[in-house]
């Protein structure tokens, strides 16, 4: 995630976010350049994500049984 971040950043920084027109595909895929490094950024986010809501999942589920709030419901 660190990467997709990193990588977003230095684009932004270069003033090239301001040539992106909304839903653009020409633009879009000329911000995002050529390579594989969006795309595996993007892969692994994705993975990260899925696997901390799965631990989230088993987290409420554990709560549940136990007839205890989680942490994430307790901050609400």
Same mark, same amino acid.
């Given at each position: 995630?660190?990467?997709? /971040? +990193? ?6 920084? +270069? &003033?090239?976010? =301001?040539?992106?027109?909304? &839903? ?6 000329? #911000?995002?350049?050529?390579g594989?490094? /969006?795309? =595996?950024?993007?892969? !692994? /986010?994705?993975?990260l #994500?899925?696997?901390?809501? =799965? !631990?989230?999942? %088993? %987290?409420? +589920?554990?709560? +549940?049984?136990?007839?205890? !709030? ?7």
């Open positions: 995630m660190t990467k997709l /971040f +990193r990588w977003g950043s230095s684009r932004a920084n +270069r &003033g090239q976010i =301001e040539q992106l027109g909304p &839903g653009d595909p020409l633009a879009i895929a000329g #911000y995002l350049g050529s594989d490094g /969006f795309a =595996e950024a993007l892969g !692994k /986010f994705g993975s #994500y899925a696997d901390q809501t =799965e !631990k989230d999942w %088993q %987290q409420l +589920r554990r709560s +549940r049984k136990a007839g205890t !709030k989680s942490k994430a419901l307790a901050k609400s």
